[in-house]
C-alpha cells in the first residue's frame, strides 16, 4: 500500500519535470532531490536496505559513466548532448530500481531521436520522453 502511493507520487513528480523541462529546458535541483527521496524511500520500503545500496551503487556508476562521457562529448564537440538534469534525473529513478531506470533512459533517447528525425529538429528535451516510458513500464 505505502509502495503504491509512493509510486503515485513519483509519478506526479515526473509529469511535473516532463513539464518543466519542455518550458524551460532545466530540472531545478529541489525536483530532482524529491524525486530522489521518492525513489529511495520506495526501494527502502519495498525491499530493505541491502537492495537500497546496490541501487545506489548502480545509480552511481552509470550516472558517473555518462556524465563522464558528456563531458568529453562537451570538451571535443563544442556542443551539448544529454543535459545535467536528465542525468540527475536516471540517478533517481535508478534508485528505485535501476534496471527500469535505464530501460526508460534508454527508451526515452530512442523516443527523443525518432521525434527529432520526424520534426526535424537538432535538439528537444529529453525528460517529456522519459517520463511517459517510465510511467508505462511501471504500470506493465
Known sequence: MAAT???????????????????????????AVCICLLCALHALSSRGMGQLVVNIACATGTSAAILLTELAWRRYRRAIGIGMGDIKLLFALMLRSPLLGAASFTAGLICLAIAALITRQRTLPLIPFIAPVYLVMLMA
Open 5 to 31: 502511493f509512493i509510486d503515485a507520487c513519483i509519478a506526479g513528480a515526473l509529469v511535473g519535470s516532463a513539464y518543466i523541462d519542455a518550458r524551460s529546458r532545466r530540472l531545478p535541483n529541489a525536483l
